[in-house]
């Protein structure tokens, strides 16, 4: 993540994105070493990129064409760790990156989804979806897509809105649009802290009925949020 998004974490009260990705990785393995790699606050071409098995990219604030900074680190950051081929898996942001890394283009949305990404259909049989529904809601919230694949991708799901994952054939880096580290209510918390924002798309009644359906798909996990990030890290 970039500092402004850590800076709106902390105004928000609410945990970093990337401690989710911790407690799921230790969930299957108690005795992993996690380590975050902060791009603002790290010396990036001095990280010990060989000591670490697998690799994992969560969401961010921005537009990865955008030629800025942080936006190049994040790029080289990238570059280093696909040099490494290890397992490699990229959520929301972290897809955007590597999609542009490998010279896919990352393009405004026509439509935005704001929670949640529903009506996912899983096109392609992948061991990240066992035992995952058909058809599935996920958390998401992005204003930016992959637009085009011309690399050694391919589309594993899609909804109407998006691509919302895709998978390298050769190797184990994997994708989502969506956010299946992250708990619906947390991304009902972030947009309740930005609720003017959002008052300018919702009435008040949609908006807060809109944090309330994603209280529910959390506690209620129909869809089994993690399962996707499970089969992962069982198969790396």
Known sequence: MDKLHDLEHEKANSQYQHTYF??????IDLNAEVRVLHTYLDDI??????????????GGLGNIYLSNQHNQNQLNVCEKILKLDKPLWGSCWGLQVIATCY???????GKFEFGFAENIEILKNHYVYENKKNYFTAPGHHYDHLETINSEFEVIA???????AISHKNKK???????????????GKLMNYWKKNYLKIFNNNEFENRLVLLSQLEQQ???NRKLEIENWLRNI
């Not at 010279?103 to 949305?109: H, L, M, N, P």
């Not at 899609?158 to 919302?164: F, L």
Request: glycine letters at 2%.
């Open 22 to 27: 911790k407690e799921i990785i230790n969930q």
């Open 45 to 58: 071409n001095n990280f010990a990129y060989d000591d670490y098995d697998a690799f994992m990219w969560t």
């Open 103 to 109: 010279g896919d283009k990352i393009a405004q949305a």
């Open 158 to 164: 899609q909804n109407e809105i998006s691509i919302q």
């Open 173 to 187: 880096i994997f994708c989502s649009q969506y956010h299946p580290e992250l708990p619906f209510n947390f991304i």
């Open 221 to 223: 996990n129909y869809f």
